[in-house]
């Protein structure tokens, strides 16, 4: 399933990319914080724009071990970007991939992993202020619905447009 997913994310931004014009696309570095077992996660998004307004999302995250737990995510998002200024607003919209891996110990002492895969979708807000015109900084808040581990994720970052 995460070759599947990784392998749907790489095919989607070649087809996208090879339609893509100066400003098209952007890549960005990101942090983020999700609340089911509070775990900070690093990653990237790539953006793709549609049209003036639609904008295609794919992001993936790795969160750091936090008492036994870990987990790694990946989403493709659908942005509607509205602008003001050099603020930009745009809810957001898409399916999500998670596996977690819990580290746990039996009754006799032996360590074992216990993995979850989970998909779902995310719906949130996002909000962007552009620098300049390849530089942007932006925040997120998605609540992601999914068994078992529905929870809120804010996400953080820098976007670069090329």
Request: glycine letters at 8%.
């Amino acid at each position: 399933m995460k070759k599947f997913i990784i392998m749907a994310i790489v095919a989607l931004s070649a087809v996208f990319n090879a339609h893509a014009e100066a400003g098209d696309m952007s890549i960005a570095p990101q942090i983020s914080f999700a609340t089911k077992n509070s775990l900070f996660g690093v990653g990237a998004q790539v953006q793709f724009d549609i049209d003036d307004h639609f904008r295609l999302a794919p992001d993936f995250f790795f969160f750091i071990k936090n008492k036994g737990k870990t987990a790694y995510s990946a989403d493709v998002n659908l942005h509607y970007v509205i602008p003001k200024g050099n603020f930009a607003f745009y809810p957001i919209a898409g399916v999500a991939y998670h596996r977690y891996k819990f580290e746990m110990i039996d009754d006799e002492g032996e360590k074992y992993d216990e993995k979850h895969d989970r998909i779902g979708g995310n719906i949130g807000i996002g909000a962007q202020y552009e620098i300049d015109e390849i530089m942007q900084l932006f925040a997120e808040e998605r609540f992601q619905l999914m068994k078992s581990v529905s929870q809120s994720v804010t996400v953080l970052g820098v976007r670069f447009v090329f």
